[in-house]
């Protein structure tokens, strides 16, 4: 089992920043994937950026340029660091981790742009 905590969201002006950070934890687990995932109301949750074991990361078209993934290896813990913000990103942002064959989620945190 895996334990996702998140924290950072809230509301933000458009043209603002936010940082999302979330911590794994758990017990004998190795994480092949982490990062990043949101959803909109209405919407299909969707892939903002990730982190693969070897080191990979993957963007979104959609925030190439304005949004920043980092990591902190020793403490199993992942940043987003999200410049520009536009309404359209509105959103619960969800940290994600695929450990083996497990996909484990977080509890989500609501990102909020006003125009």
């Known amino acids: 089992q895996v334990q996702l905590v998140e924290s950072g969201g809230g509301l933000v002006q458009a043209g603002g920043s936010l940082r999302l950070s979330c911590a794994a934890s758990g017990s004998r687990f190795v994480i092949n994937t982490m990062g990043w995932y949101r959803q909109a109301p209405g919407k299909q949750r969707e892939l903002v950026a990730t982190?693969?074991?070897?080191?990979?990361?993957n963007y979104a078209n959609f925030v190439k340029g304005r949004f920043t993934i980092s990591r902190d290896n020793g403490k199993n813990t992942v940043y987003l660091q999200m410049n520009l913000l536009k309404p359209e990103d509105t959103a619960v942002y969800y940290c994600g981790v695929m450990s083996g064959i497990n996909q484990y989620w977080g509890q989500g945190t609501q990102v909020t742009v006003s125009s």
């Open positions: 982190f693969t074991i070897g080191g990979t990361i």
